[in-house]
């Protein structure tokens, strides 16, 4: 944590304005709180999270202050100081007493609560949630005795996948869920992907709670440029009209949804055949968790999470007392029966048990992604070097641990190396569990992230291989003592955005 009070010089001498470098000194003076902004243009959640910031804390300002791009080392200095892993990431720190605001989540503070989150201080986020909690509360209630006032100041907001059918307001949707029998509204708050397998998913989950379960598609943001929402306003039977998504449904909607924030999510409505009894809010959550516990837990409440949860903590249990030696490839137990781990070959060939071949005297294990960019630019350089170390013999292995969003992204990524990988799997199936079992034991955070381990002992040499891979190549193997900075990996993607 940073010395008291906070050292301005950690920035440099300068900072870049609007109006070109300035003394720090000087553009600092008279401030109270300093945010600090770890972000980059590749970064599609970057992209989609700046405009926030700049909208809610700059609005009025001539722009934010910037550290200079060629000042790298300064800024590889931060973000170690920091502990970033990965971007977007927002750090704010008091000048004056040069304490760090410790938050789960600074980013999202700032997407929910917006201006009130300001100083983004302890305080100021425990009173800004305070007020959120009751914008709640009296959303729900409204949504009743107020109709589509209270959500989207009386808009008629629901679409039916007839494009012909008049439009119908929330409250009118809501009641004629809870007249045929439905008992919970699912809004899925969709970013209209249409390559994401998540929606597929979804959708045979909805068909297999049956009628029991209505869904309305609100069409939230778009993943990228080639998105569209308009497959899913006729896929799902019910869908919100773009022109009613104001600023202030979009607010009101985001309070409804608490601390979960991005899309897809997914908020749940219990509804009540009673026309004067409020909605009440089921579960808020990531659609994949939604995912993970399948039909079964509809209407995925606490009660199933707990559930979920529990389990979880038991199967990552198990797993972390085979991390030593690095067991678990070589004793992974599915019930009473344990074998090698049986992983994919190279270029998505036959599944293959775990061997440690007798010359092996390093083994990586490599989290990354196709949707990450700095994950695309290192898995040549990884390859390549993983290839020349083994021309002679077999003395480096890599496993790949896949972080991607869907079976087709890890396929055509896995295609171009030439290593092993664990099995995608499907979501909640032991392949899937195990990679995000092996993500949260070893805790990665940000992608790329190559982890480096003696093949006999074990013992981790590494977490930095991805910036010691690419400053020596397969010159540099075993890479087991790093030169200085040589573990430096460059811009990270965080494994969760």
């Known amino acids: 944590m940073p010395a008291t009070p906070f050292d301005a010089a950690l920035l440099g001498e300068t900072l870049l304005t609007a109006d070109g470098e300035k003394p720090t000194s000087e553009v600092l003076a008279g401030k109270k709180t300093l945010a600090l902004y770890f972000s980059a243009h590749w970064c599609p959640p970057c992209r989609g999270f700046t405009p ?137 708050l969709g970013n209209g992907d249409g390559a994401d397998e998540t929606y597929a998913k979804y959708e045979e989950i909805a068909a297999s709670v049956g009628p029991q379960l209505r869904t309305i598609y609100i069409p939230w943001s778009l993943y990228n440029e080639e998105a569209s929402h308009a497959p899913f306003k006729t896929r799902l039977g019910l869908a919100m009209d773009d022109a009613a998504l104001t600023e202030v449904a979009r607010d009101n909607l985001a309070a409804l949804c608490g601390d979960k924030q991005g899309a897809p999510l997914l908020l749940v409505l219990a509804v009540f055949a009673d026309p004067t009894a409020p909605p009440a809010i089921a579960s808020v959550d990531n659609i994949g968790r939604v995912l993970t516990l399948g039909a079964d837990a509809f209407p995925w409440d606490d009660a199933a999470l707990a559930a979920r949860n529990s389990a979880e903590e038991t199967r990552r249990a198990a797993l972390t007392a085979t991390l030593p030696q690095l067991r678990w490839l070589s004793e992974h137990c599915e019930g009473d029966v344990c074998s090698a781990l049986p992983l994919l070959s190279p270029g998505g060939g036959a599944v293959a048990p775990w061997v440690k071949a007798k010359e092996l005297e390093v083994v990586g294990l490599y989290f990354s992604a196709h949707w990450c960019p700095p994950c695309r630019g290192f898995t040549p350089k990884l390859a390549a070097a993983y290839e020349s170390v083994n021309k002679e013999a077999k003395k480096f292995e890599v496993v790949f641990v896949s972080l991607d969003r869907d079976a087709a992204s890890f396929e055509e990524y896995h295609a171009s190396m030439p290593f092993k990988a664990l099995p995608f799997g499907n979501d909640g199936d032991a392949s899937a569990n195990l990679r995000g079992d092996v993500a949260a034991a070893y805790e990665v955070s940000g992608i790329p992230c190559l982890m480096l381990f003696d093949a006999k002992t074990g013992e981790l040499l590494t977490e930095g291989g991805c910036g010691m891979v690419s400053k020596s190549g397969a010159d540099g193997f075993p890479w087991a003592v790093a030169s200085e900075g040589s573990e430096q990996q460059g811009e990270a993607c965080l494994s969760g955005a």
């Open 52 to 188: 926030t910031l700049v909208k809610e804390y700059f609005a009025e300002m001539p722009g934010i202050l910037a550290l200079p791009f060629a000042k790298r080392a300064l800024k590889n200095t931060l973000s170690e100081m920091f502990k970033v892993s990965g971007i977007p990431t927002l750090v704010s720190v008091d000048l004056l007493s040069g304490e760090q605001v410790v938050a789960d989540d600074l980013r999202g503070a700032v997407t929910r609560f917006g201006g009130s989150a300001f100083p983004l201080s302890a305080d100021a986020l425990l009173a800004a949630e305070s007020v959120a909690a009751a914008k709640r509360d009296e959303i729900i209630a409204g949504l009743r005795t107020g109709g589509d006032d209270a959500l989207f100041g009386g808009a008629e907001a629901v679409l039916s996948s007839d494009a012909s059918a008049p439009k119908r307001s929330l409250q009118a949707a809501l009641q004629d869920s809870a007249d045929s029998g439905a008992t919970h509204v699912a809004l899925l």
